[in-house]
Every structure is written in structure tokens, then in C-alpha cells.
């Protein structure tokens, strides 16, 4: 997370953040323009702009209007923090602080935005009746082969702990295309025709169509960045037979990369209205089997390390 405070001392970064103090509230508002930040943490009294005026300005500009900001202040009269509310503040916390309060804040506002990010996309998967813990068990099969890839392949330099809570938190969002795919070619009972597959392959690029909207308002996400990745690129193959761009090798974003494994895997082990579910040991093969041709061999190899934790995952999380 992102935050950009006008505070000269006081907390310099939450976990997995990086920060941007500025000194006083005009440039704050010219840090935030030229380059929007996820969070504000804003004093009031400061020189040229009080925080209140800041935050009117912020709240006017149709750019900025919807970035969080958390009020930090030696004021702490009532009516102060009213107006704190007033003008769009999501909270306030009164001078002297605990960097552990504020850390704690911070947290509870970004859960509770992937928290709503999460419920959208567990009801556009309700269309399916069969879908169950499908994106909980999404989560955690590739949170479990992000963190298995830096003991154990070649990939290590490319996967930190940042990397795996984006992952985490940005894999459900692979098929939020399938908004776009009319329900008779969602759920229908049988084999696709040619003509209904091509427009289901659809949405991988309309998936990423509409998060690349939502990026517009809010630029600098990596959690959205990751999922517009993994919305567009799951269904590339390593050979580069996959759609929507035919990307070969290593062109295809790591996080479609890991996602790919894991939507074959969790689709073969899933009962869905047009087919049965194969057992575990079949499934185990037809991944084997597809490293190097639809899969990153790479990525197959830690697959195969940690398929008792795959199956431990699924028995926890049946449907």
C-alpha cells in the first residue's frame, strides 16, 4: 500500500508499504496529482493548507476523490473530528500515537477494500450453482506454489512476500470476464460448438477490459496490476498455443503463469454440470504431463513437490 502523508515525522511505512512524506499540504496535493497514492495520512495543522482544506481539495477532484484519507492530529476536540467526517475523512487518530495503532488502521482499511473486491467477484461466480469454495481454494493453491517457487526453481529472484500476498489477493479476479459470456454458453450442460468456445475465450481480454477501466481511476495498484495480468494472460501456454495473444515462454506474466496450473488443476478436480470430476492422481498426470508444452516446466516442478499440500488445500476447502 501506498501512502503518501504530510506528516514530517510519525509512521514512514506500514507493512508491504512504501511512503512519500511531504511537508506541507500544497505539496501534498501536487504529489497526488502527479502520481495518486492508495492512502493519505494527513496532519491538519500544517503551512500554506490546513489538512481540512487539503482534504476538500482532494474530495473535488474527480482523479483523487476516492483515495482514503486517515486524519492524524494533536487536535482532539470533538468538532474537529467531525469535520474531519464531514469532508471525507475515513478516520482519525489523535496525536501521540502508536505506530502498531496506526499500522492496525491502515490494515483494516485495505481488508475491508479487498474484502468488497472479493464479494463482487464471489457473486459474479455465483452464476455458477457448482462453483462452491472455487476462489477460496484459487487463493490458497497459488499463494502455495508462489511460495514454494523461491526454494525451489529458478524462479526465486522474481517471487517476494510482496509477490505472493498480490497473488493472494489477486487471483480471483482471472475470470471476472465471464460477466460478459451470455448464460447460455456459461452453463450450458455440454461440449461448446467452435462458434460458442470463441466466444468464451472472450474473457480473458474483457476481463482485463474492465479492470484496466477501474486501473484508470485508481493508477499504481499492484494487486489490480496483477489481475489485470492474470485476468488476460491465464490461458496463454508455454508454447504458445494459448489465447488471447499467443504468448510463448516466459512473455507470459509470472502470476498467468502460476494461475494457469491452478485453474487446470482446480477444473479438472471440480464437478461442473457438463462433466465429472477426475480423481486427484489423474489430474496430477495431466499437469505433469503439460510441462513444457502448457504449462512453465518450472512451475510444474514445485507443483509436483507440493501435491500433498494441494490435496490437504482441497480436502479442507470442499464445496
Known amino acids: 500500500m501506498t501512502g503518501r502523508s504530510s506528516l514530517d515525522q510519525g509512521p514512514r511505512e506500514t507493512r508491504c508499504a512504501t511512503t512519500q512524506p511531504v511537508p506541507s499540504g500544497r505539496l501534498a496535493l501536487q504529489a497526488a496529482l502527479s502520481d495518486p497514492p492508495d492512502l493519505i495520512l494527513l496532519d491538519i495543522n500544517m503551512p500554506e493548507m490546513s489538512g481540512f482544506e487539503v ?3 482532494l474530495k473535488a477532484d474527480a482523479k483523487l476523490k476516492d483515495i482514503p484519507v486517515i486524519f492524524i492530529s494533536a487536535l482532539n476536540e470533538v468538532l474537529d473530528k467531525v469535520k474531519a467526517f464531514s469532508i471525507g475523512g475515513v478516520d482519525y487518530i489523535t496525536k ?3 505506530f502498531d495503532e496506526v499500522q492496525a488502521r491502515v490494515k483494516k482499511i485495505s481488508d475491508t477494500q479487498m474484502a468488497m473486491i472479493f464479494a463482487l467477484v464471489k457473486l459474479a461466480e455465483s452464476r455458477d ?4 469454495m472455487h476462489l477460496e481454494r484459487v487463493q490458497a493453491f497459488c499463494k502455495k506454489l508462489a511460495e514454494g517457487l523461491p526454494q525451489r526453481s529458478r524462479l526465486c529472484r522474481q517471487v517476494d512476500a510482496k509477490f505472493v500476498e498480490n497473488i493472494f489477493y489477486a487471483s480471483p479476479l482471472h475470470d471476472i470476464g465471464k460477466v460478459a459470456i ?3 454458453i456459461v452453463l450450458k450442460p455440454g461440449k461448446l460448438t467452435p ?3 470463441d466466444v468464451m475465450k472472450t474473457h480473458a481480454a474483457q476481463g482485463a477490459e474492465k479492470l484496466e477501466a477501474v486501473q484508470r481511476k485508481f493508477p499504481g495498484n499492484a494487486q489490480l496490476d496483477m489481475g489485470i495480468a492474470i485476468a488476460k494472460f491465464h490461458h496463454e501456454k508455454w508454447n504458445g498455443q494459448g489465447y488471447p495473444q499467443g504468448l510463448a515462454g516466459e512473455a507470459i506474466p509470472l502470476a498467468a503463469r502460476i494461475m494457469a496450473v491452478v485453474d ?3 477444473t479438472l478436480r471440480a464437478k461442473r454440470c457438463y462433466k465429472a470430476a477426475f480423481s ?3 489430474s496430477v498426470d495431466i499437469i505433469v504431463s503439460s510441462g513444457g508444452t502448457h504449462f512453465d516446466p518450472e512451475i510444474v516442478k514445485v507443483f509436483i513437490e507440493l501435491k500433498k499440500d494441494f490435496r490437504a488445500i482441497r480436502d479442507e476447502m470442499k464445496d
Not at 129 to 132: L, N, P, T, V, W
Open 55 to 57: 482534504c476538500h481539495s
Open 96 to 98: 501521540p500515537f502508536q
Open 129 to 132: 450453482d457448482d462453483s462452491g
Open 182 to 184: 451470455p448464460d447460455r
Open 195 to 197: 462458434e460458442e468456445f
Open 264 to 266: 487446470v488443476y482446480e
Open 280 to 282: 486427484r492422481e489423474e
